[in-house]
C-alpha cells in the first residue's frame, strides 16, 4: 500500500508543477432520445465472418487454420436527469458460433462470457467548472489504445475497465487522475460471469496534456503503476509530443521507460524496458482525398532470458490491432516495425487504406510476441532479426445511415525468422462485418 500512496504522490508532484492526460472513451450515434434528451437509448448489431490461414504456433511444428463467425449485441441505456450528472449502462452479449478454436491463443477475445454488464458508471461532467469525475465500469483508453485499449471495436468482447477517474482541466491543461482494473474475459459462456474488481491488476494513472504548448501541438506526461496480483510492480512513465504543421503535415512521437520486476519460474528479475514510436503522415488535399503516412515502433527484448535484468517491455493493457498490423501477428515487444500506409476517400461514406509493415526483432533470443502478448514463435540465438513484411487492405462504407460494412484482407510474406525456427509457409488473414448501429 505504501508503494501506491508513494506513486500518487510522484506524479502529482510531477504533473501539476509543470502545469501539464485526456482519456478516449468509446462513443456511439446518436441514439434515441426521450424526455428533452435526459434518457438517450440505443445499441448496435454486429456480425463478422473471419479465416485465420496458416497461422503460427510457438513451438514452430505445426500451421493453424482457423475460421471464426462472430455476433455481438450492444444496448445502452443513459439516464442524465441534470446537464452534468449522468448514469450510463451498457449489456454487451457475445457470441461464437466457432468454439471450439485448435490455438486458442489467437482468438482470445473471440469467445467471452455470452451476456454481461460491460459498462455501467456514473459521471460528473460540469461545463464551467475545472473539475469532473466518473466511477464504476468503463471502456478506457489513451495513446490511441496503444497502452490501454479498448479493443476499438475490433474484439467481440470489447476490453473494459472498473474504476475511477478525476479530471482536472482548463483551457491550458488536462490531468487525469485514476483508478483502472481491467476486466479478465471470461471463457465460460456462462451469464454474468464478469465480477468486479478482481484479478489480475490494480493500475494506478496519472496522464497529463498541456494544450499548444507550441503553435498546433501538444504534449504529455503520463505514469503508470501496475500492481499486479502475482507480485509484480510494473511502472511505465512515457513523453509524447503531438500536433500538425500546417493543414496538411500530422506527427506524433511517443517514447517510455518502463521498470519494476518480472516473475519467471517462481523467481523475480529487475525490470527494465523502453519502447519508442513515430507516426506522420500527409493529407493532399486533392481529389479522392488521398494522405501517406509512416510509422515506427520499437520496444526492447531480452538478448539474455533468465540472465540479469529482465528487458522485454510490456505493453500493458493495449489493443494493438491497427498500429502493427491488422493481421495481429506483432505486438508492442521486443520489436522494429517499419510501415508505409495510404489512404483515399473517394465518395461520401466510403474509406479505402493500405499498409506495408517490416518487422524485426529486437532480440532474436527473445521471443516473436503477438497483439495479446503471447508468443508466437521462440526465439534462438543464432536465428536472424527479420520477422518478415505484412501487406494490409481494409475499406469502411458506410451506408442507410446505420449500416457500416468493413472488409479485411493482408497477406503476411515470412522472413527468415520464421524460416529458421519452425513452419515458414506465408499466412492470410480475410474477415467482413456487417454492422447496424442506432
Avoid at 108 to 122: G, H, K, L
Avoid at 157 to 171: E, H, R
Wanted: aromatic letters at 20%; one cysteine or more; a neutral charge.
Amino acid at each position: 500500500m505504501k508503494k501506491i500512496w508513494w506513486f500518487i504522490a510522484f506524479c502529482l508532484v510531477f504533473c501539476v508543477s509543470d502545469h501539464l492526460g485526456a482519456a478516449g472513451f468509446t462513443k456511439y450515434k446518436g441514439g434515441i432520445s426521450l424526455l428533452d434528451g435526459k434518457i438517450v437509448f440505443g445499441g448496435r448489431f454486429r456480425f463478422r465472418q473471419e479465416i485465420k490461414d496458416a497461422y503460427y504456433v510457438p513451438d514452430g511444428k505445426r500451421k493453424v487454420h482457423d475460421d471464426l463467425s462472430l455476433f455481438q449485441t450492444r444496448l445502452y441505456m443513459e439516464f442524465r436527469p441534470k446537464d452534468e450528472i449522468g448514469f450510463h449502462l451498457m449489456f454487451e452479449d457475445a457470441r461464437d458460433f466457432t468454439e471450439p478454436h485448435p490455438y486458442k491463443s489467437l482468438v482470445p477475445y473471440a469467445y467471452d462470457t455470452a451476456f454481461d454488464v460491460q459498462q455501467a458508471y456514473i459521471y460528473y461532467e460540469p461545463k464551467d467548472r475545472p473539475l469532473s469525475m466518473w466511477a464504476g465500469r468503463r471502456e478506457v483508453f489513451y495513446l490511441k489504445h496503444r497502452l490501454i485499449g479498448t479493443t476499438i471495436g475490433w474484439g467481440n468482447k470489447v476490453i473494459t475497465y472498473d474504476g475511477a477517474m478525476v479530471t482536472i482541466k482548463n483551457k491550458n491543461f488536462d490531468i487525469d487522475i485514476s483508478y483502472l482494473n481491467w476486466v479478465r474475459p471470461q471463457h465460460t459462456g456462462r451469464l454474468f460471469e464478469h465480477t468486479w474488481f478482481s484479478d489480475p491488476a490494480n493500475v494506478f494513472l496519472v496522464w497529463a496534456t498541456l494544450k499548444d504548448i507550441y503553435p498546433n501541438g501538444n504534449i504529455e506526461v503520463y505514469t503508470i503503476y501496475d500492481d499486479r496480483h502475482n507480485g509484480e510492480d510494473v511502472y511505465t512513465m512515457g513523453f509524447r509530443t503531438y500536433g500538425r504543421i500546417g493543414e496538411p503535415f500530422n506527427y506524433d512521437i511517443d517514447a517510455n521507460l518502463q521498470w519494476g520486476d518480472k516473475l519467471i519460474d517462481n523467481s523475480f528479475y529487475n525490470r527494465i524496458a523502453g519502447s519508442f514510436y513515430l507516426d506522420i503522415s500527409y493529407n493532399f488535399g486533392l481529389p479522392l482525398n488521398p494522405s501517406l503516412g509512416m510509422e515506427y515502433f520499437m520496444a526492447t527484448g531480452d538478448s539474455h532470458p533468465k540472465k540479469g535484468n529482465y528487458n522485454t517491455f510490456d505493453q500493458l493493457y493495449a489493443t494493438p490491432h491497427y498500429s502493427y498490423g491488422y493481421m495481429d501477428l506483432m505486438g508492442w515487444q521486443n520489436m522494429h516495425d517499419l510501415s508505409l500506409k495510404g489512404t483515399i476517400r473517394p465518395f461520401k461514406g466510403f474509406k479505402f487504406s493500405t499498409s506495408l509493415h517490416t518487422f524485426w526483432l529486437f532480440a532474436n533470443e527473445d521471443a516473436w510476441y503477438n497483439a495479446y502478448k503471447k508468443i508466437q514463435r521462440y526465439g534462438r540465438e543464432d536465428a536472424s532479426h527479420y520477422v518478415g513484411n505484412e501487406m494490409d487492405f481494409i475499406f469502411f462504407y458506410n451506408f442507410l445511415k446505420n449500416f457500416t460494412l468493413i472488409g479485411t484482407y493482408s497477406h503476411f510474406f515470412a522472413g527468415r525468422f520464421v524460416a529458421q525456427t519452425g513452419q515458414s509457409n506465408d499466412a492470410d488473414f480475410f474477415s467482413m462485418e456487417i454492422r447496424f448501429e442506432l
